[in-house]
């Protein structure tokens, strides 16, 4: 980064918040908090990970003086951080807020707890890591381990037909496996909820492309559940030959736009 950014970065840490009362108790029921924060995050490129991680914690080191204040904050860096459609989603970033309430005296053990779980969900499957194994079943009661998957390519498309966003990104994504992907991929839709009858019904009143593999976790979402991190759906993991993970999470334009590209 150049010297000229250096110094802004420097400058904004030491007069953003130059005023602000962080003791005041008349900040916690206001939207201002949130507002000021979410410029602050603004004002500084993302891809300057060490300086991103030494302006938040400057902001969460003058907050940490009221614990009602610093949680204001803290919700509104992990909205931008852990929502993956706020433009900022970053799971290191994430990370690092979250352990940082880990470590305050006044967060409950029953709390570090729930942090501790969270964490370890979002460090599931990262990026360049061994996906986790699932065992899932097709249509027929067929058992499918991804495993079997052996093309240069294998794309995990965790989904619901009765999902409003699911129902507007799975033609797309059919018509893209027909017309533009790549070859050599296998897709892997897995359906995320346990109502036998509506997939089965969902199945015989669509059609799909060759290499769509319509699966199941056989009435065990909650397994799936615990073995990635899904928050929301459709979510999207694109696996390499050996079940690395390529991208973690996406929307299906970044699924499109990386194998397109390669």
């Known amino acids: 980064m150049s010297e000229k950014y250096q110094n802004a970065v ?4 030491q007069n953003y918040w130059e005023g602000v009362n962080f003791e005041d108790e008349m900040l916690i029921n206001t939207p201002y908090l949130i507002g000021k924060t979410n410029y602050y995050v603004n004002l500084f490129n993302q891809k300057d990970t060490l300086n991103i991680i030494k302006t938040t914690n400057d902001l969460l080191e003058r907050a940490v003086v009221k614990s009602k204040v610093y949680h204001i904050i803290e919700e509104a860096l992990l909205n931008l951080y852990l929502q993956k459609s706020s433009g900022f989603f970053n799971e290191e970033m994430g990370i690092y807020i979250l352990k940082n309430e880990q470590e305050q005296i006044f967060t409950p053990d029953w ?6 779980s969270r964490v370890s969900f979002i460090l599931k499957n990262k990026v360049d890591t061994v996906a986790a194994q699932l065992d899932l079943e097709d249509q027929n009661g067929k058992k499918i381990s991804l495993l079997n998957s052996k093309s240069k390519y294998t794309i995990l498309y965790f989904f619901d037909p009765d999902c409003s966003r699911c129902v507007g990104v799975s033609p797309i994504v059919k018509d893209w496996l027909i017309n533009a992907a790549p070859k050599n991929i296998s897709f892997l839709a897995v359906y995320v909820d346990n109502n036998s009858a509506e997939w089965h019904k969902y199945l015989k009143e669509n059609k799909f492309p060759n290499n769509w593999a319509n699966l199941w976790g056989n009435m ?3 397994t799936i559940r615990t073995q ?3 928050e929301s759906i459709p979510s999207i993991y694109l696996l390499d030959e050996n079940k690395k993970v390529i991208l973690k999470d996406v929307s299906y334009k970044q699924l499109m736009y990386y194998l397109n590209k390669t």
């Open 220 to 222: 065990d979402f909650a």
């Open 10 to 13: 420097s400058f904004i840490k």
């Open 111 to 116: 709390r570090k707890d729930d942090i501790g």
């Open 228 to 230: 990635y991190w899904i």
